[in-house]
């Protein structure tokens, strides 16, 4: 079975772009919702203010102003189907409406001094909450722009008596200035928060594709399996009996030829049997394997990339030599693989794998000889759709540089499996400078607790295997 990791990251990619797009549609039938709220809470203020305060208002034009918002509403329900989704430019046009409705509201009702004016706000968090970059900043200036001039312009609020209510000028310009404020940081912060949240949401669903692919590779490489072993007592009796045949019949020679052509292809499919996917993964004798031969069959799609990928199995470890027997988990193998294909991406020579194990935990360090994460980056490294690796001209790097994907899915899915990750540079790192001069670039560090990874251990040895059942 091949495994193709640049494949995998551009599946992951199409996959996130198309959930980007996805992402700026937005139903018609939830801002007509939100435009009913806003009618009704228009015509209570109006009230309110007329016959609660005696406020003398234009109440002619202040109705028609939001009877076109009515009438938009209805053309709304009543044409579109609920299931009408907006696409961007449909969707900044209904906000950008709302915007300017909403600005005419406050022209007729004393602009900056209608404490309803921080309204101005709310299409600015729409957009900058559903929309793109482009779009939040072109409604955030247009929403200065409409207080800007509101603070010129506007019809004066009177009482029934003829007095003026108005702000004085220092708590005009403070209405002003927090208005703008109120674009300027609650806009780029919604902006912010929602672009992390779309990151990670699409950084887990590359991962959880991730999982899914080397999910069903194990599940064909037991399938293979499983035949390899079940089929291997018939596939003997065949050879064997086919072999005496053969002795028995040496004076026929047509009978004699059809018990040789028997035993070959006997031989034949035993030999497809072995050829078809690695002896064991998903048999019941196979769900565990020492760890050292985990890892190494992790690491083997990228060993013979140009780089050294140099193995060392319990450097530290004297009183106990055979390497601890552990799960088979698709989350350990895909990470790891991820983490050594990192390595050699940016290895100048070589990339060292060492396995260490105590009583406690069981170790997998993964070093190269390159140029290491860059230092403002160390803190960072792990997340998605980050830079992370520094690298000369000269290093040829896959069609998915930069995104960070690749280390965020290894960290994910490692972290599943209950292990813990370090990053570090070798030459400020704990290694020795003596020992190991030429370990120099990034080391990554994954440690499990020994009990996590030898799930099936009792204290007095592992635990039976059982029968091996039919596949469902």
């Known amino acids: 079975m091949q495994w193709d990791e640049t494949a995998q990251m551009a599946d992951s990619t199409n996959v996130i772009s198309s959930s980007r797009r996805r992402g700026n549609w937005i139903r018609l039938r939830t801002l007509v919702m939100l435009r009913w709220w806003a009618i009704f809470g228009q015509i209570s203020a109006l009230i309110v203010a007329q016959r609660l305060y005696n406020l003398t208002l234009d109440i002619g034009l202040l109705y028609l102003v939001i009877g076109v918002s009515v009438i938009t509403n209805l053309v709304a329900t009543f044409i579109y189907p609920e299931t009408k989704r907006l696409r961007e430019t449909e969707t900044l046009l209904v906000v950008l409406y709302d915007m300017l409705q909403l600005g005419l509201m406050l022209y007729l009702t004393g602009g900056l001094n209608n404490p309803f004016s921080i309204l101005i706000v709310g299409p600015v968090m729409v957009t900058a909450s559903a929309l793109s970059s482009r779009s939040t900043l072109f409604l955030g200036f247009s929403a200065i722009l409409i207080v800007t001039l509101l603070s010129q312009y506007h019809l004066p609020l009177r009482t029934d008596q003829g007095f003026v209510l108005r702000v004085p000028e220092v708590f005009l310009f403070g209405n002003w200035a927090a208005i703008v404020i109120a674009v300027l940081f609650l806009g780029a912060y919604s902006r912010r928060i929602v672009s992390e949240m779309q990151s990670m949401s699409d950084a887990l669903q590359a991962t ?33 009996t086919s072999t005496e045949l053969a002795h028995e019949l040496k004076n026929d020679p047509d009978l004699y030829e059809d018990a040789v052509l028997i035993s070959e292809q006997a031989d034949r499919c035993r030999d497809i049997m072995r050829s078809m996917g690695r002896t064991g993964k998903d048999d019941l004798h196979v769900h565990t394997a020492p760890i050292s031969t985990i890892i190494e069959e992790a690491a083997e799609p990228h060993i013979d990339r140009g780089k050294t990928v140099v193995f060392h199995h319990g450097i530290d470890t004297d009183d106990e030599p055979v390497p601890p027997i552990v799960q088979r988990q698709p989350e350990i193998v895909h990470g790891i693989r991820n983490l050594v294909q990192n390595a050699v991406d940016f290895a100048q020579s070589t990339v060292w794998v060492e396995t260490d194990w105590s009583d406690d935990c069981i170790l997998v360090r993964i070093m190269d000889n390159g140029s290491g994460y860059p230092p403002n980056l160390l803190g960072r490294i792990g997340d998605p759709f980050v830079r992370p690796r520094s690298h000369s001209s000269d290093t040829q790097r896959p069609g998915y540089e930069g995104m960070g994907l690749g280390l965020f899915i290894a960290k994910t899915l490692l972290e599943r499996s209950g292990a813990e990750l370090s990053f570090a540079n070798g030459d400020d790192s704990y290694l020795d400078e003596d020992s190991y001069p030429e370990r120099t670039g990034a080391v990554v560090e994954v440690t499990w607790p020994r009990s996590v990874l030898e799930g099936g251990k009792d204290g007095q040895g592992r635990a039976p295997l059982g029968e091996n059942l039919p596949f469902q």
């Not at 035949?227 to 050879?239: D, M, S």
């Open 208 to 240: 959880q594709m991730a999982l899914s692919r080397e999910q069903k590779l194990t599940d064909l490489g037991g399938v293979v399996a499983a035949a390899a072993h079940e089929l291997g007592t018939p596939l003997a009796t065949i050879k064997l």
